[in-house]
């Protein structure tokens, strides 16, 4: 008994059973042939397969994610399939959140806000100086006659 086909052989019998089959279909239908698990499945030509509307996650789920990922109590694989992301996404959302931890006991940061407080008086001086600066450039140029009337 011969156990080794050869792939020529295996090819001419897909290529019979395809033919058989699709006959079925009629000459002026266009299907192509795919091998799934021993199987012959047609799908037409050009069809492809539905995508995954793009998720945006809220950052509260990729810290929850991430904190599950640094306890360690299961793998990524387990987490990627409780949370139904992949798991490159686990391992980075893990990766971001260890990275940006310092940033949390960093002097300063806390409930205040990041910017600092805002000078009103020297801003309504600034505003003054820069009105003058203005006047006196506009009168000078309308006198040596290079002012445009259009601006």
Known sequence: ????????????????????WLHNF?????????LTAGTVVARESGATMSKRPRR??????KA???LAAIKGDRTVAQLAGQFDV???????????LEGGAVDVFWPGS???????????????????????ENDFLEGALSKAGLLNARR
Do not use: Y
């Open 1 to 20: 008994m011969q156990r080794w086909v050869g792939l020529g052989v295996i090819a001419d019998n897909l290529i019979n059973i395809g033919q058989k």
């Open 56 to 61: 945006n996650h809220s950052p509260a789920f």
């Open 110 to 132: 806390g409930s205040k806000s990041a910017t600092p407080p805002v000078d009103v008086k020297e801003l309504h001086a600034k505003i003054g100086e820069l009105t003058l």
């Open 26 to 34: 009629g000459r002026h239908d266009k299907w192509n042939l795919c």
């Open 86 to 96: 992949h798991p490159n996404q686990v391992t980075s959302w893990k990766v971001q």
């Open 64 to 66: 929850k994610v991430a």
